[in-house]
């Protein structure tokens, strides 16, 4: 998976599973609801072993959340969802399919790799309607917004500059101590803001060509050898229904996916079991203790890898 949309797509399949499971903190589940932008934002942030600890903390026993906690126990349930896809496919990238991961000497020095692109437009395909549900749109694959009508009178990728990832940067500035006059002189201000602010490093072109040109030998390698993504798994008949569930199923359908699941069946077992744990830290159900195995983000390397390998035989 990317750096981004494939944890967004995990953030989202931890939610419609969370929806209906009783176990779930109620609270943290209206959360995201009533914020999801920032459970998507969250998701694809980093960092989450140094902060998800300081945050549940803060939060600890404000349910129910109010204010600004709503949206900080959203991007909380979201930071979640990415330790639980690093975790979970960390693990399958650097072992089980270390030489698609590791060897690509054209892209070596531009992440993510193909193996990662090419299951993030599975997912996208298989999970969002081909980018249909929000946060996502249709275009988002094309080449230059060839799909937009507007497309034909732009410059598309100055347009992208001025309207993507600058307005991005500078909502961020307006946030940070760069903009506030706090913090000391302008000049740390601004060396602070810069450290913080993470480098759009990902060439859209090569996800536009796996969506439109797919490679037949990747999509072996990558999605189909290994058993990427099955729609038949249990636990996806759970995260697209409707309305509550026994926990009883629910539980049925995760172990299923541990014990004979697709890889992406796997990493969304292990990402509601965590909103389970994350819930019950905050509602002081657990002690901050219980947060160990989402910050330490290894959910079982061994079982990730030979995981792969069962589903080659």
Not at 50 to 65: C, D, K, T
Not at 88 to 97: E, G, I, P, S, T
Request: glycine share 8%.
């Amino acid at each position: 998976m990317s750096e981004y949309i494939g944890h967004v797509i995990v953030a989202k399949d931890m939610l419609r599973v969370a929806r209906r499971w009783g176990r779930v903190s109620r609270p943290l589940v209206g959360a995201v609801e009533a914020a999801p932008h920032a459970a998507w934002l969250g998701s694809g942030s980093g960092g989450g072993r140094h902060g998800i600890g300081p945050l549940a903390e803060a939060l600890r026993g404000r349910v129910p959340f109010r204010g600004d906690d709503v949206t900080r126990a959203a991007f909380l349930f979201g930071w979640t969802s990415h330790q639980a896809a690093d975790g979970y496919f960390k693990a399958v990238y650097r072992n089980a399919l270390a030489v698609a991961y590791n060897a690509l000497p054209d892209h070596a020095k531009s992440p993510p790799a193909d193996v990662a692109v090419v299951h993030d437009v599975v997912l996208m395909r298989e999970r969002m309607d081909g980018g249909r549900e929000a946060p996502f749109a249709p275009s988002i694959f094309d080449y230059r917004l060839e799909s937009e009508p507007a497309a034909s009178v732009l410059d598309v990728p100055s347009t992208e500059a001025a309207f993507g990832m600058q307005a991005q940067r500078e909502a961020f500035a307006r946030m940070s101590d760069a903009s506030r006059g706090a913090g000391g002189a302008l000049a740390d201000r601004l060396e602070g803001y810069f450290r913080r602010l993470d480098p759009f490093y990902v060439p859209t072109d090569r996800y536009a060509k796996a969506a439109h040109d797919p490679d037949p030998e990747q999509l072996r390698r990558f999605v189909h050898d290994v058993r990427f993504y099955d729609p038949d798994d249990a636990v996806f008949a759970i995260a697209d229904g409707e309305g509550p569930l026994p926990d009883a199923d629910v539980e049925a359908a995760l172990a299923a996916a541990d014990a004979r699941g697709s890889l992406y069946a796997r990493v969304v077992a292990v990402a509601a079991r965590f909103a389970v744990t994350l819930g019950d830290v905050l509602e002081g159900r657990a002690d901050l203790d219980a947060l160990g195995p989402i910050l330490e983000a290894q959910p079982g390397e061994d079982q990730a890898i030979e995981a792969v390998y069962d589903a080659s035989l």
